[in-house]
């Protein structure tokens, strides 16, 4: 029997929004592809309950929500802690939990980095803009009516509980959230625009995330890259990690909500597998970057698949599918 | 057409740049080129963006690699000569603009910066047929080009918090059309009643390669298309005037 579960929101924290892998196909047309930030973890949360990684799920920022389950859930926590709790006793992350009708999900505070992923099994129902439920806010598009959510929303289940199963994302599968991060880079496209002092001063500083921190990118503070020539790149598409040097000689690193066009001068960026962990950042963070090469890159997006279909085909025996 | 240089940008795309001057013509190849890679199959291509000398293709790196991705885009270059195929079909569309006032709040700034008059700005902006060389920034917003070089002119130095949705911009010899409100720092000359982006349908109305005629509209009731969020936009919500 398909049945339909409630979340009630009490409180709607300091940026929830729905999200799931991200919107594709539609950056010609100048729509961002969204998605969650730290997609990995975003996809261990579902994968651990025996969804489809792309099922839609919550992302809180900073301060997490308080959610009242007028149903009994299944649901599982990932990324960075907030220290959840359920009526107030610890709630595990990186497990599936049983969460009884009339329980509330809140959270204490934030521990380590600085966006939390709940997933509920069967996943929350959204309708699908261009292809997608990911909410994108400057353009009111996605998720719960292109909002964050707010006290006194509903969020409806898919498919209640049919029996709670018991999966743990093992140590050695999850990112781990570190502060102070080195973060791996490959440099370009427009590297060769620069001098090979500020090549030097870019990977050889430490920057500090500013107060301009958010789903579109990241201000950095440090020491100012020089750039010879800003005015020369025509507007052009933009990579998921750029990092951009404005006209100041400011890094701007390029995350999920990034304009699709840009006109700056990217130095480098972030390779795919890092760019999960740079946005688990918050403001006041430091960082340095490292430049490895495009085979590295891709062979450590191949090893993070072939983790992800491990731990998925191991789940998918615990929940019988 | 010259072979175009391949750059990573990170490990999810590749950037296809032309060393050319941009013309609608290399353009045009660009976006031949988009839709020969959205018909060509090539496994692993998540996302394509066309701009004004640039193509970016995003992939799958667990699907192909870099090399064979490059490789399978340099086999569907478009050939000059043997390749005239329509594989797409391009449109004309005509914008209607009211301008000046207060949905034109720097078309006399404009005008008084290049020391002629607001009706040879109207009408120079209007003379041109303007070519969809990129859509970005905004979801449907087009960068248009080029202006007329005697109307040419700088963005605001203080972008505004706030630029309404169918405002109609000049920056630099391009000029665009605010498809959502938004901040912004193009300077405002005009406003277009017409959508360009309707979310609950899925629906742009310009893509790459399109061409679009500005029409100067001198009096706001003869706005075309005027739906109810318009007309409150307008005139205020005066039910019952």
């Known amino acids: 029997m398909i049945c339909m579960g409630t979340v009630k929101v009490i409180d709607g924290g300091a940026l929830t929004t729905i999200q799931d ?36 799920g919550l992302e809180c920022t900073v301060s997490g929500p308080v959610l009242e389950m007028q149903s009994d859930e299944i649901l599982c926590i990932t990324g960075g802690d ?143 890259v020089k750039c010879g020539d800003t005015l020369s790149v025509f507007s052009q598409g933009t990579p998921l990690g750029g990092i951009q040097i404005d006209g100041e000689g400011v890094p701007i690193v390029l995350l999920r909500d990034r304009q699709t066009v840009g006109g700056y001068p990217v130095i480098a960026t972030v390779i795919s597998v890092d760019v999960d962990l740079f946005a ?34 191991a789940t998918r025996c615990v929940w019988g599918e | 057409m010259e072979k175009p240089f391949f750059k990573p940008a990170g490990d999810l795309a590749v950037i296809v740049e032309w060393k050319l001057p ?30 004004y000398s640039t193509l970016m293709v995003f992939y799958d790196p667990g699907v192909i690699e870099y090399s064979l991705l490059i490789e399978e885009i340099s086999r569907l270059l478009p050939r000059e000569q043997s390749d005239r195929r329509k594989i ?5 569309v005509i914008i209607p603009v009211f301008y000046g006032g207060e949905y034109g709040p ?30 970005g ?33 000049i920056a630099g010899r391009q000029t665009g059309i605010y498809s959502i409100s938004s901040p912004g720092g193009w300077q405002i000359i005009g406003r277009t009643p017409v959508k360009l982006f309707k979310a609950e349908n899925n629906e742009f109305l310009l893509s790459v390669g399109d061409k679009v005629i500005f029409k100067p509209v001198g009096d706001k009731v003869k706005f075309s298309d005027i739906d109810p969020e318009c007309w409150g936009d307008l005139y205020g919500n005066s039910e019952g005037d």
């Open chain 1, 21 to 56: 892998l991200g919107r594709f196909g539609y950056q010609s047309y100048g729509v961002p592809q969204s998605g969650a930030m730290d997609s990995f973890a975003f996809s261990l949360g579902n994968i651990a309950l025996g969804n489809p990684e792309n099922t839609p």
């Open chain 1, 82 to 224: 907030m220290g959840a709790t359920v009526n107030g006793d610890p709630c595990p992350m990186w497990r599936t939990v049983h969460v009884k009708k009339g329980s509330v999900l809140s959270f204490q505070g934030l521990k380590s980095g600085c966006r939390t992923y709940i997933c509920f099994r069967g996943g929350i129902r959204c309708p699908f803009v261009l292809g997608s439920a990911s909410t994108f806010l400057k353009a009111s598009m996605g998720g719960l009516d292109g909002r964050e959510l707010r006290s006194g929303d509903f969020l409806f289940i898919e498919g209640g509980p049919a029996g709670y199963k018991e999966v743990a994302v093992p140590h050695a599968v999850r990112a781990g959230i570190v502060n102070s991060p080195e973060i791996r880079v490959l440099m370009g496209p427009q590297d060769d625009l620069f001098s090979a002092g500020a090549v030097a001063t870019f990977l050889g500083s430490q920057y500090q995330v500013g107060v301009q921190a958010d789903r579109m990118g990241y201000r950095l503070s440090g020491p100012a």
């Open chain 1, 280 to 313: 688990q950042l918050k403001p006041g963070d430091m960082v340095r970057f490292a430049p490895v090469s495009l085979q590295e890159a891709a062979t450590l997006y191949k090893e993070r698949l072939r983790v992800k279909n491990e731990f998925r085909e």
């Open chain 2, 22 to 51: 941009v013309t609608p013509e290399l353009n045009r190849y660009i976006t031949d080129l988009k839709f020969r890679l959205e018909l060509g199959e090539i496994p692993g291509i998540t996302d394509i963006v066309p701009a």
């Open chain 2, 88 to 92: 797409h079909r391009n449109k004309t």
């Open chain 2, 106 to 135: 720097d078309l006399e700034y404009i005008a008084a910066a290049k020391n002629m008059s607001v009706e040879d700005v109207v009408k120079m902006h209007c003379g041109s047929v303007y070519y969809v060389y990129m859509i």
């Open chain 2, 137 to 169: 920034f905004l979801p449907g917003f087009p960068y248009l080009g080029f202006v007329d070089e005697r109307i040419s002119v700088g963005r605001r130095s203080d972008p505004r918090q706030m630029v309404p949705a169918g405002s109609v911009g």
